[in-house]
Each structure stands twice: as structure tokens, then as C-alpha cells.
């Protein structure tokens, strides 16, 4: 669950920005687990969660670092990331906005 972001094509048509740029780096520190350093999130941070442990095949994440991109999200959806990511084996999140 992404954030619904619109853009703006070459032609002047509004459309769903599915943020497919959207960038976050994921480090194996060994058997200290992974650690996801991000940008913005505008994916989703469960999703980048998910995604971060489909390529590494590590469950266990060390941190969590950057921007959740939850500073003006409704409270039911900051409910609903906690309760997902608090289902992962995370020992640090340091969120930015």
C-alpha cells in the first residue's frame, strides 16, 4: 500500500504516479540481518519491507533508516504500518518524515 500520488504526462493528462522510481538501499550486514536506508518511501514502507526481503532472502532487518512518508498520513494508515512492520524481526526504525 503505496501513497496515491498523481502526475502529470508530456500530453497534460493527470494520472496514477505508481513511483517506479521510487529508490531505497538494502545492506546485508551479515548475520546481524539487513538494514533498508530509504528515500522517501512513496511505495510504501511495508512494501519496501517485503520487497527488501523477496531479493535477500533475510528476514531479519537490523534498521530501518530514512523517510516513512507518514508525517500527514491519516492515523488509521500510521496504525496500519505499525501493526506491519511490528510483525518483522526489526531491532531499529529512525524514521524522517
Known amino acids: 500500500m503505496g ?3 498523481k502526475t502529470i504526462t508530456r500530453d497534460g493528462r493527470v494520472v496514477e504516479d505508481k513511483m517506479m522510481d521510487d529508490t531505497s538501499v538494502i545492506a546485508n550486514i551479515g548475520d546481524k540481518g539487513i538494514m533498508i536506508v ?6 510504501g514502507i511495508v512494501n519496501i519491507v517485503k520487497h527488501s526481503i523477496e531479493l535477500t532472502g533475510i ?3 537490523k534498521a530501518i533508516i530514512g523517510g516513512l ?5 491519516p492515523i488509521e494508515r500510521i496504525k496500519k504500518t505499525v501493526e506491519a512492520l511490528s510483525k518483522h524481526d526489526i531491532d531499529l526504525i529512525s524514521a524522517g518524515h
Open 3 to 5: 501513497i496515491p500520488l
Open 38 to 43: 530509504t528515500g522517501c518511501s512513496h511505495a
Open 59 to 61: 528476514k531479519k532487518i
Open 69 to 73: 512518508h507518514l508525517i500527514e498520513a
